[in-house]
C-alpha cells in the first residue's frame, strides 16, 4: 500500500502542475480578445521555469516507479534468512535512491517554496488592489501543499541515518552505561508505561483507567522479559514482514500437526471400534476446533465406557509441546455422580464471574442507591440481616434467591512505597440462598491497572504469605501480580470484616459454604485468594474460569485440586500464556521462518492467501523444507544458535507455574461452536499457545457462561474430518485474489499496460487543455465582397491561442503579418460564437475518454496488485476500447463551426481552414497509446 500512495502522490504532482502552473486560461476580459501588448504580456507572463515543475516530477515518477519494481526483484533473490547475494542488489539500489533519486523531491520542495513565495510577494501581484478571494484558500493550493509535504517526508532519511549514526557513535564511545542492559530496561519499561497512559488518555473511557499508573517499576518484570524475549543482547535480523510471514506460516505448522495428528487418532478409534464388543456403547467424540473448516467425511471416534466412568481419545502435545500425541482422557458422565455435581456447580457460579464486570455495580446504582461516584457498597452498621435481605435482593438481575452483601468498584494501584504498592480489584460478595453459600467473586481484566498485573507473572515466593494466612508456602511460588491482588482483597475482607459478620454467631449465614469465583485474571485471583483464605474456611470451593496459566509452581497445583477447579475453553490463549510457552513459541517461529526455501514475496504472497485444510499439506512442503535440509551455516542460524544459548542459561534459573487445581476443558466438536465436549485435562496440556482464529474469542465469559448452562453430558458429538484432499480449482483461484503491492499476478503484461495507459491519459489530458488542437488559417469576406487574411488563430477545444506583436516598438495590431503566436490562451467569450454540435460532441467525447481512461487506468494499476476476476477483465478491455473510440470521435471537433464559416460582427464572414497542430497530434498519440493498452488488455484477457 505504501507504494501505491507514493504512485498516487506522483499522479497527483503531475496533474496538479498541468492545471495550476501552465499560462493556460489567463482570462484577461470578458470580452472579444485577440492580441496581447506588450504590457499585458508583462502583468501575466511567468518566468518560462513554469514547466519545470511538470518535467521533475514527470521524472522522479518514472525514475521512481523503476526503483520500486527494482527492490522487489531484487528481494525475490534467496529467501527470509538466506539472502544468496541479495544485499549485493539492494545495497547499490539504495545508494542510488538516497543519493540519485532524492535529487528529485529536493528540487521539487526548493521549487515548490520558491514558487511560493513569488507568488504571493506584492500582493500576488495586485499591488494595493483588494483580492477578490484568497489563493491560499483554493483546493489547487491545498492539495500543491499536500505535495510538497509528501516530498519533504521523502528526505526524512537523510536525518533518520544521521541520528542513527550519532547514537550508535554515543553508545559505543561515551555513555556505554546508558546503554546497559538495565538501563535499556528502565527505558523500555518507561515507554510500556508511556503507551499504557497514552492509550487511555486517548480512549478518554473512565472504565479503562489508567489514571493511578505511576510508572514507578510496575513493569519493571515484565519489561525484563521483553527484553530477553524480543532481543537480548544478540539481535536477530528479524523485520516486520519477516514476522508477519513466520507467524503465519507456523499458524499453518500447526494447522498441519494437528490435522495429520487427528489422522493418526482416527486409526487409534477405529482400532479400538473394532476391539470393542459392546457396539451400543459407541458415540461420536470431540476434537476442539482443531477440524476447523473440514467438510468433506465425517468419522466417528470412540468413547470407551468403564464402569462409572468414560474416556475419550483425544490429542495432546508433548512436552516440548512441538508434536501431539494419542492420550485418553476421562470424559464427564452423567453416569458419574461427582462429574454431575461439579459441572452443576461450575455452571451456576458462571452466572457470579460474567456479573461482577458490570451488573452487580448497575444494580448498586440503580437500586441500592449508591452514587455513581462512589466505589465501594457497605450497607450500614445498624442493617439487619432481614433488612439485607429485603432490601439488597438481586431479583432485577435474575438472581431472585442472592444478596449483594458488600461490592467494591475501585480498580487501581496503592503504592505503600515508592517500590512496593497493592492492587485494589473490584469485587462482590453474594449470600446465594439457593445453594447455600457465600460467593466472592472476582472481576477480570479491563483496565489498565488490570494490564499491569497481568503483564507481572513472574514467580513470587509465598513464604511471609503463607506465615500470616497460616498455610505452609516455604519454597513455594505464585503469580507476581495475581499475588499483589489477593493479598489486598484478603486484606479488604479483613479490613471491613466482611466475613467475620457473615459467620458470625448471630449470622443465618454462618452454616453457608465459602466459594470463591472469578474470570480471566479475576479467576486467577480467585485461586490465589482461595488459598489465602482455606486455613480459615477448610471447606472453601474455587472455581475459576478461563483463569491464566501461570498460578502456582507444579508442586502446589497438584495440591490445589482439593478445592480449585478451573475451567479452560476451546483454544483460550490466556491458560496459555506463560514464559515458557512464549520462548518455545518464539523459538518454534525461529524454526520455521529458517526453513523458509522461498522468496520473501512469494512467500508473502502464499501466506495471505487462504489456506483450506486439504491444501495445507502439499502447500506448507512447497513453502517448507525440512529441519536437517536448513543451511546453519549462514549469519541467521549462527546468530540464532548464540541467542538461543544466552537464553538457555535464563530459563534455567526460572521455575514454570501452571494452571491451579483440577481442570475441565470444553472442546468444541463441530467448529461451529453449537457442542462442546467436558474433559478432566491435565496442567500439563496447556504447554503451547495455539495460533487460531478462537484464540481471542474462546476467552469471552458471555457464551461460556451460556454454554456450560446447555452443556449436556453423554451426547452424541460428530467430528468431521477429511480423508482425502479435494481441490475445487474454482475455489482456489478464488482464494488467491490477495492484493499485494506489484505482486504482478498476470504477469509483465499488466505494467506495460500501466505504462500505456498512463501515458495515454496524461497526453489526453494535454490535448484536451491546450489551445492549439488546430491550426486555423483564415479569410474574412465582407459585405461589400472584398476578400482580406485573418488573423488565423490556433484553436483548442476549450480555448483559443492569443496573438502578440513580433516586434513591440513598431507594431500594427491590425495586420495579421505583424503578429505571432503567444505561450497565452483565452477561454471562448460566452456569446460571442455559437457553439455547433460537431464542436459540442468533440468536446463530450474528448472529456468521456479522459474520464473513462481514469477509470481504465485504476483497473489497470489494481491488476498489478491483484488478480482480476474474467468479468473485470472483460470490463477493462471494454472500457479501454470505448477510451479509444471516444479519443477518436473527438476529432468530430474538426467538423465544428471552428474549422468551417463563422459570421462576425458586422456581417463579416471569417472562412477557416483546419490543419491539426501540437495538442491535435497529442490527441492522435493518445489515441494510438489507448490502442496500445487495448492490444495489451485483450492479451491480458486471453492468457486468462
Request: with cysteine.
Given at each position: 500500500?505504501?507504494?501505491?500512495?507514493?504512485?498516487?502522490?506522483?499522479?497527483?504532482?503531475?496533474?496538479?502542475?498541468?492545471?495550476?502552473?501552465?499560462?493556460?486560461?489567463?482570462?484577461?476580459?470578458?470580452?472579444?480578445?485577440?492580441?496581447?501588448?506588450?504590457?499585458?504580456?508583462?502583468?501575466?507572463?511567468?518566468?518560462?521555469?513554469?514547466?519545470?515543475?511538470?518535467?521533475?516530477?514527470?521524472?522522479?515518477?518514472?525514475?521512481?516507479?523503476?526503483?520500486?519494481?527494482?527492490?522487489?526483484?531484487?528481494?525475490?533473490?534467496?529467501?527470509?534468512?538466506?539472502?544468496?547475494?541479495?544485499?549485493?542488489?539492494?545495497?547499490?539500489?539504495?545508494?542510488?535512491?538516497?543519493?540519485?533519486?532524492?535529487?528529485?523531491?529536493?528540487?521539487?520542495?526548493?521549487?515548490?517554496?520558491?514558487?511560493?513565495?513569488?507568488?504571493?510577494?506584492?500582493?500576488?501581484?495586485?499591488?494595493?488592489?483588494?483580492?477578490?478571494?484568497?489563493?491560499?484558500?483554493?483546493?489547487?493550493?491545498?492539495?500543491?501543499?499536500?505535495?510538497?509535504?509528501?516530498?519533504?517526508?521523502?528526505?526524512?532519511?537523510?536525518?533518520?541515518?544521521?541520528?542513527?549514526?550519532?547514537?550508535?557513535?554515543?553508545?559505543?564511545?561515551?555513555?556505554?552505561?546508558?546503554?546497559?542492559?538495565?538501563?535499556?530496561?528502565?527505558?523500555?519499561?518507561?515507554?510500556?508505561?508511556?503507551?499504557?497512559?497514552?492509550?487511555?488518555?486517548?480512549?478518554?473511557?473512565?472504565?479503562?483507567?489508567?489514571?493511578?499508573?505511576?510508572?514507578?517499576?510496575?513493569?519493571?518484570?515484565?519489561?525484563?522479559?521483553?527484553?530477553?524475549?524480543?532481543?537480548?543482547?544478540?539481535?536477530?535480523?528479524?523485520?516486520?514482514?519477516?514476522?508477519?510471514?513466520?507467524?503465519?506460516?507456523?499458524?499453518?505448522?500447526?494447522?498441519?500437526?494437528?490435522?495429520?495428528?487427528?489422522?493418526?487418532?482416527?486409526?487409534?478409534?477405529?482400532?479400538?471400534?473394532?476391539?470393542?464388543?459392546?457396539?451400543?456403547?459407541?458415540?461420536?467424540?470431540?476434537?476442539?476446533?482443531?477440524?476447523?473448516?473440514?467438510?468433506?467425511?465425517?468419522?466417528?471416534?470412540?468413547?470407551?465406557?468403564?464402569?462409572?466412568?468414560?474416556?475419550?481419545?483425544?490429542?495432546?502435545?508433548?512436552?516440548?509441546?512441538?508434536?501431539?500425541?494419542?492420550?485418553?482422557?476421562?470424559?464427564?458422565?452423567?453416569?458419574?455422580?461427582?462429574?454431575?455435581?461439579?459441572?452443576?456447580?461450575?455452571?451456576?457460579?458462571?452466572?457470579?464471574?460474567?456479573?461482577?464486570?458490570?451488573?452487580?455495580?448497575?444494580?448498586?446504582?440503580?437500586?441500592?442507591?449508591?452514587?455513581?461516584?462512589?466505589?465501594?457498597?457497605?450497607?450500614?452498621?445498624?442493617?439487619?440481616?432481614?433488612?439485607?435481605?429485603?432490601?439488597?435482593?438481586?431479583?432485577?438481575?435474575?438472581?431472585?434467591?442472592?444478596?449483594?452483601?458488600?461490592?467494591?468498584?475501585?480498580?487501581?494501584?496503592?503504592?505503600?512505597?515508592?517500590?512496593?504498592?497493592?492492587?485494589?480489584?473490584?469485587?462482590?460478595?453474594?449470600?446465594?440462598?439457593?445453594?447455600?453459600?457465600?460467593?466472592?467473586?472476582?472481576?477480570?481484566?479491563?483496565?489498565?491497572?488490570?494490564?499491569?498485573?497481568?503483564?507481572?507473572?513472574?514467580?513470587?515466593?509465598?513464604?511471609?504469605?503463607?506465615?500470616?494466612?497460616?498455610?505452609?508456602?516455604?519454597?513455594?511460588?505464585?503469580?507476581?501480580?495475581?499475588?499483589?491482588?489477593?493479598?489486598?482483597?484478603?486484606?479488604?475482607?479483613?479490613?471491613?470484616?466482611?466475613?467475620?459478620?457473615?459467620?458470625?454467631?448471630?449470622?443465618?449465614?454462618?452454616?453457608?459454604?465459602?466459594?470463591?469465583?472469578?474470570?480471566?485474571?479475576?479467576?486467577?485471583?480467585?485461586?490465589?485468594?482461595?488459598?489465602?483464605?482455606?486455613?480459615?474456611?477448610?471447606?472453601?470451593?474455587?472455581?475459576?474460569?478461563?483463569?491464566?496459566?501461570?498460578?502456582?509452581?507444579?508442586?502446589?497445583?497438584?495440591?490445589?485440586?482439593?478445592?480449585?477447579?478451573?475451567?479452560?475453553?476451546?483454544?483460550?490463549?490466556?491458560?496459555?500464556?506463560?514464559?515458557?510457552?512464549?520462548?518455545?513459541?518464539?523459538?518454534?517461529?525461529?524454526?520455521?521462518?529458517?526453513?523458509?526455501?522461498?522468496?520473501?514475496?512469494?512467500?508473502?504472497?502464499?501466506?495471505?492467501?487462504?489456506?483450506?485444510?486439504?491444501?495445507?499439506?502439499?502447500?506448507?512442503?512447497?513453502?517448507?523444507?525440512?529441519?536437517?535440509?536448513?543451511?546453519?551455516?549462514?549469519?541467521?542460524?549462527?546468530?540464532?544458535?548464540?541467542?538461543?544459548?544466552?537464553?538457555?542459561?535464563?530459563?534455567?534459573?526460572?521455575?514454570?507455574?501452571?494452571?491451579?487445581?483440577?481442570?475441565?476443558?470444553?472442546?468444541?466438536?463441530?467448529?461451529?461452536?453449537?457442542?462442546?465436549?467436558?474433559?478432566?485435562?491435565?496442567?500439563?496440556?496447556?504447554?503451547?499457545?495455539?495460533?487460531?482464529?478462537?484464540?481471542l474469542s474462546d476467552h469471552s465469559v458471555p457464551p461460556l457462561v451460556q454454554i456450560l448452562k446447555n452443556l449436556k453430558l453423554d451426547e452424541t458429538?460428530?467430528?468431521?474430518?477429511?480423508?482425502?484432499?479435494?481441490?475445487?480449482?474454482?475455489?482456489?483461484?478464488?482464494?488467491?485474489?490477495?492484493?499485494?503491492?506489484?505482486?504482478?499476478?498476470?504477469?509483465?503484461?499488466?505494467?506495460?499496460?500501466?505504462?500505456?495507459?498512463?501515458?495515454?491519459?496524461?497526453?489526453?489530458?494535454?490535448?484536451?487543455?491546450?489551445?492549439?488542437?488546430?491550426?486555423?488559417?483564415?479569410?474574412?469576406?465582407?459585405?461589400?465582397?472584398?476578400?482580406?487574411?485573418?488573423?488565423?488563430?490556433?484553436?483548442?477545444?476549450?480555448?483559443?491561442?492569443?496573438?502578440?506583436?513580433?516586434?513591440?516598438?513598431?507594431?500594427?495590431?491590425?495586420?495579421?503579418?505583424?503578429?505571432?503566436?503567444?505561450?497565452?490562451?483565452?477561454?471562448?467569450?460566452?456569446?460571442?460564437?455559437?457553439?455547433?454540435?460537431?464542436?459540442?460532441?468533440?468536446?463530450?467525447?474528448?472529456?468521456?475518454?479522459?474520464?473513462?481512461?481514469?477509470?481504465?487506468?485504476?483497473?489497470?494499476?489494481?491488476?498489478?496488485?491483484?488478480?482480476?476476476?474474467?468479468?473485470?477483465?472483460?470490463?477493462?478491455?471494454?472500457?479501454?476500447?470505448?477510451?479509444?473510440?471516444?479519443?477518436?470521435?473527438?476529432?468530430?471537433?474538426?467538423?465544428?463551426?471552428?474549422?468551417?464559416?463563422?459570421?462576425?460582427?458586422?456581417?463579416?464572414?471569417?472562412?477557416?481552414?483546419?490543419?491539426?497542430?501540437?495538442?491535435?497530434?497529442?490527441?492522435?498519440?493518445?489515441?494510438?497509446?489507448?490502442?496500445?493498452?487495448?492490444?495489451?488488455?485483450?492479451?491480458?484477457?486471453?492468457?486468462?
Amino acid at each position: 500500500m505504501h507504494h501505491s500512495k507514493r504512485i498516487t502522490s506522483h499522479m497527483m504532482s503531475i496533474i496538479l502542475t498541468l492545471h495550476i502552473y501552465s499560462p493556460q486560461y489567463e482570462l484577461l476580459s470578458d470580452n472579444e480578445f485577440i492580441s496581447l501588448s506588450y504590457e499585458d504580456r508583462q502583468k501575466v507572463t511567468r518566468p518560462s521555469s513554469q514547466y519545470l515543475f511538470t518535467m521533475l516530477a514527470a521524472i522522479f515518477m518514472v525514475v521512481d516507479v523503476a526503483w520500486m519494481f527494482a527492490v522487489w526483484s531484487a528481494a525475490s533473490v534467496g529467501t527470509p534468512t538466506q539472502p544468496k547475494g541479495r544485499d549485493k542488489i539492494l545495497r547499490p539500489l539504495i545508494i542510488f535512491k538516497l543519493f540519485v533519486i532524492n535529487f528529485f523531491p529536493v528540487a521539487l520542495v526548493v521549487y515548490g517554496i520558491i514558487k511560493t513565495y513569488k507568488t504571493r510577494a506584492n500582493n500576488y501581484g495586485c499591488g494595493n488592489v483588494p483580492l477578490l478571494y484568497d489563493p491560499d484558500a483554493t483546493p489547487a493550493f491545498v492539495l500543491f501543499s499536500i505535495l510538497l509535504v509528501t516530498y519533504a517526508l521523502e528526505l526524512l532519511v537523510f536525518p533518520t541515518i544521521a541520528t542513527n549514526k550519532i547514537v550508535k557513535f554515543t553508545r559505543g564511545h561515551i555513555a556505554s552505561e546508558r546503554y546497559s542492559t538495565q538501563k535499556r530496561g528502565e527505558r523500555l519499561e518507561m515507554c510500556l508505561g508511556g503507551l499504557m497512559k497514552c492509550f487511555s488518555v486517548l480512549l478518554n473511557n473512565p472504565n479503562l483507567g489508567g489514571k493511578e499508573l505511576k510508572n514507578k517499576g510496575e513493569l519493571k518484570d515484565f519489561a525484563s522479559n521483553l527484553m530477553g524475549f524480543a532481543n537480548n543482547d544478540t539481535k536477530l535480523d528479524i523485520v516486520l514482514s519477516d514476522m508477519y510471514i513466520g507467524a503465519k506460516m507456523l499458524a499453518r505448522v500447526q494447522a498441519e500437526r494437528r490435522l495429520l495428528a487427528i489422522q493418526r487418532l482416527q486409526q487409534t478409534s477405529n482400532q479400538k471400534k473394532t476391539e470393542r464388543e459392546d457396539k451400543d456403547n459407541i458415540v461420536e467424540a470431540p476434537t476442539g476446533d482443531a477440524v476447523e473448516g473440514a467438510t468433506k467425511k465425517d468419522y466417528r471416534r470412540t468413547l470407551k465406557k468403564d464402569g462409572k466412568r468414560r474416556s475419550v481419545l483425544t490429542l495432546q502435545t508433548s512436552e516440548r509441546g512441538k508434536e501431539y500425541v494419542v492420550v485418553e482422557k476421562d470424559v464427564l458422565s452423567s453416569d458419574n455422580k461427582n462429574d454431575v455435581d461439579v459441572l452443576k456447580e461450575v455452571a451456576h457460579y458462571s452466572i457470579y464471574a460474567e456479573y461482577v464486570y458490570w451488573h452487580f455495580r448497575l444494580v448498586a446504582i440503580e437500586h441500592f442507591a449508591l452514587g455513581k461516584e462512589e466505589t465501594r457498597f457497605l450497607p450500614s452498621s445498624d442493617t439487619t440481616w432481614d433488612l439485607i435481605r429485603e432490601k439488597f435482593s438481586l431479583t432485577s438481575i435474575g438472581l431472585d434467591e442472592s444478596l449483594l452483601v458488600y461490592a467494591s468498584f475501585h480498580s487501581g494501584l496503592v503504592y505503600l512505597t515508592p517500590m512496593s504498592l497493592a492492587a485494589s480489584t473490584p469485587y462482590a460478595v453474594i449470600v446465594d440462598e439457593v445453594k447455600e453459600t457465600v460467593v466472592i467473586a472476582i472481576r477480570g481484566t479491563i483496565s489498565m491497572e488490570d494490564w499491569v498485573i497481568d503483564l507481572q507473572y513472574v514467580p513470587s515466593p509465598l513464604d511471609k504469605v503463607g506465615d500470616i494466612c497460616g498455610f505452609d508456602g516455604k519454597g513455594r511460588l505464585c503469580h507476581k501480580g495475581v499475588l499483589t491482588r489477593a493479598k489486598w482483597l484478603y486484606n479488604d475482607l479483613k479490613k471491613y470484616r466482611i466475613l467475620k459478620q457473615l459467620y458470625a454467631e448471630d449470622s443465618p449465614y454462618k452454616e453457608h459454604n465459602l466459594v470463591v469465583v472469578g474470570h480471566s485474571l479475576g479467576g486467577g485471583c480467585a485461586q490465589v485468594l482461595s488459598l489465602l483464605l482455606r486455613p480459615s474456611f477448610p471447606g472453601l470451593k474455587c472455581y475459576a474460569y478461563e483463569p491464566p496459566g501461570c498460578i502456582f509452581d507444579d508442586e502446589f497445583c497438584s495440591k490445589s485440586k482439593e478445592w480449585i477447579t478451573s475451567i479452560v475453553r476451546g483454544d483460550d490463549v490466556v491458560p496459555r500464556l506463560t514464559q515458557p510457552n512464549l520462548e518455545s513459541l518464539r523459538d518454534e517461529f525461529f524454526d520455521v521462518t529458517a526453513q523458509i526455501k522461498v522468496p520473501k514475496i512469494k512467500a508473502f504472497y502464499d501466506v495471505k492467501t487462504p489456506c483450506p485444510d486439504s491444501q495445507l499439506v502439499s502447500r506448507n512442503a512447497n513453502m517448507l523444507c525440512k529441519k536437517a535440509q536448513v543451511d546453519r551455516d549462514t549469519s541467521f542460524s549462527e546468530k540464532l544458535r548464540v541467542f538461543r544459548n544466552e537464553r538457555a542459561d535464563k530459563n534455567r534459573e526460572s521455575t514454570k507455574l501452571y494452571i491451579a487445581g483440577k481442570i475441565i476443558h470444553l472442546v468444541d466438536t463441530t467448529g461451529d461452536e453449537t457442542k462442546y465436549v467436558p474433559y478432566w485435562a491435565s496442567r500439563y496440556e496447556f504447554n503451547q499457545v495455539v495460533l487460531s482464529n478462537k484464540m481471542l474469542s474462546d476467552h469471552s465469559v458471555p457464551p461460556l457462561v451460556q454454554i456450560l448452562k446447555n452443556l449436556k453430558l453423554d451426547e452424541t458429538h460428530e467430528v468431521l474430518v477429511q480423508d482425502q484432499v479435494i481441490v475445487n480449482d474454482e475455489e482456489e483461484e478464488e482464494e488467491v485474489r490477495v492484493f499485494i503491492c506489484f505482486s504482478n499476478p498476470h504477469g509483465k503484461i499488466s505494467f506495460i499496460v500501466l505504462i500505456f495507459c498512463f501515458a495515454a491519459w496524461i497526453t489526453n489530458i494535454w490535448a484536451n487543455q491546450g489551445c492549439k488542437f488546430v491550426s486555423r488559417t483564415t479569410t474574412i469576406t465582407f459585405p461589400n465582397g472584398t476578400v482580406s487574411p485573418g488573423y488565423g488563430l490556433s484553436a483548442g477545444m476549450w480555448a483559443y491561442n492569443l496573438r502578440e506583436c513580433i516586434d513591440p516598438n513598431s507594431c500594427d495590431f491590425d495586420n495579421p503579418n505583424d503578429l505571432q503566436e503567444s505561450e497565452f490562451c483565452q477561454p471562448y467569450p460566452l456569446g460571442l460564437i455559437e457553439v455547433d454540435a460537431n464542436t459540442k460532441a468533440g468536446r463530450a467525447f474528448a472529456s468521456l475518454a479522459t474520464f473513462i481512461g481514469f477509470i481504465g487506468l485504476g483497473l489497470v494499476l489494481f491488476s498489478t496488485s491483484m488478480k482480476l476476476r474474467k468479468q473485470a477483465c472483460v470490463a477493462l478491455f471494454v472500457v479501454l476500447f470505448i477510451s479509444c473510440l471516444f479519443g477518436g470521435l473527438q476529432f468530430l471537433f474538426l467538423q465544428g463551426i471552428m474549422c468551417g464559416r463563422i459570421e462576425l460582427v458586422d456581417g463579416d464572414m471569417a472562412d477557416a481552414t483546419c490543419t491539426l497542430s501540437e495538442n491535435g497530434y497529442a490527441a492522435v498519440a493518445a489515441v494510438v497509446l489507448w490502442f496500445v493498452a487495448l492490444v495489451g488488455s485483450g492479451v491480458m484477457l486471453y492468457t486468462y
